[in-house]
């Protein structure tokens, strides 16, 4: 990795917790298109060990 920088450490119960709201774009207005944003979100929601919830 020539010219990477690879830091490691641990984030903060802040810092994880606003990543998170982020990643959701709950932190500020979003110009995604509602099917793009669900398809985002169901993405998202796809990553957790339980099947996702598809009664949108």
């Known amino acids: 990795m020539s010219g ?15 990543a998170t709201l982020a990643r959701q774009h709950l932190l500020r207005r979003s110009d995604m298109d509602p099917l793009t ?11 957790a060990p339980t099947p996702p919830y598809c009664a949108l």
């Open 4 to 18: 990477c920088t690879v830091t490691t450490g641990t984030l903060t119960d802040r810092a994880l917790g606003r």
């Open 37 to 47: 944003m669900i398809e985002h979100l169901m993405g998202l929601q796809a990553q």
